[in-house]
């Protein structure tokens, strides 16, 4: 597997006045600020996937003031960087959210988004699709867990370019700004927002940067094949003494067949809201809470 170097100073990447250069590297200005950071901050940084087609579509959307939204930076696809706002003025790219007793991050954080068509649908013809219609073929697909979820799904993959950059990126703004805390938006808006998601090393990410356990280089290549144990359907045994199987995860959803019954062993292959999509002869959804998990033998 390639193990991938990463180092702010041999990328000559830079900050002089709040501004980046270095190669790649481009300023759009952005309206959308709320003006200076206070105090000491920026001490935070927050990274993001745009869930948009290209970084020039998602730069137009993070710099009409009709939008209301900014970054200070956004990475593309071969690790082109474009900064849209100086780091001493507050972006808006958090929204509500909540770490570690604030709220309100963009006050305290440097905003990273990062060129990614965000989750996927398998089409069912071997392609996948993002939610704006865009097709993608499976070797830019990872499979993985989220933080957030229980079961694993599809997730656009970020390209080792991009990743190598953004920690390049973050070297540089750790040491210039003496961040503290690097968090995914998922993690500061867990009930609305999934992203950076799975595809990307995060948690190494933080490691690396704040911790001093981690080796001097990220292996891009095992972050980007994990695969979550949840990717194995997990055996369970129906403990009600008779259970709706339905189309979806709620009781409005239609029932479908008959019943499971009590002891009835099926095998959980998703999980949603309290609901368990549930294998046996046919494919449904069932209330969790009625289920018991068994392990594998
Ligand atoms: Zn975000």
Request: glycine share 8%; charged share 20%; net charge neutral.
């Amino acid at each position: 597997m390639p193990t991938l170097q990463h180092n702010a100073s041999a990328d000559n990447l830079i900050i002089s006045k709040h501004r980046l250069s270095g190669s790649d590297v481009s300023f759009t200005p952005s309206p959308n600020t709320s003006g200076p950071f206070k105090d000491s901050f920026p001490d935070t940084i927050v990274i993001h996937f745009t869930a948009g087609s290209s970084l020039s579509s998602s730069v137009n959307v993070m710099t009409n003031p009709n939008n209301k939204v900014s970054a200070h930076l956004a990475v593309g696809r071969q690790g082109e960087i474009v900064q849209m706002l100086p780091f001493n003025k507050i972006g808006w790219h958090a929204g509500k959210s909540s770490w570690q007793g604030r709220t309100s991050l963009n006050q305290y954080s440097l905003g990273i988004e990062l060129d990614n068509a965000g989750e996927l649908t398998p089409n069912g013809e071997g392609f996948y699709t993002s939610w704006f219609g865009g097709v993608y073929e499976s070797s830019d697909v990872f499979k993985g867990t989220h933080r957030n979820q229980t079961a694993p799904r599809y997730w656009h993959r970020y390209t080792e370019a991009q990743i190598m950059r953004t920690f390049s990126l973050c070297q540089l703004l750790c040491r210039q700004y003496g961040i503290t805390c690097i968090v995914g938006h998922e993690e500061i808006a867990p009930d609305r927002k999934v992203d950076p998601g799975p595809a990307f090393p995060l948690d190494k990410l933080r490691s690396r940067m704040l911790g001093d356990a981690e080796p001097s280089h990220v292996d891009v290549a095992e972050s980007n094949t994990q695969i979550n144990t949840f990717d194995v359907p997990q055996p369970a045994v129906v403990r009600a003494s008779k259970l709706n199987v339905r189309s979806g995860p709620g009781t409005h959803y239609e029932k479908q067949g008959l019943p499971l019954l009590a002891g009835d062993k099926v095998e959980i292959i998703d999980v949603k809201k309290g609901w368990a999509k549930v294998e046996r002869t046919t494919t449904g959804w069932v209330s969790e809470q009625y289920l018991a998990t068994v392990k594998a033998e």
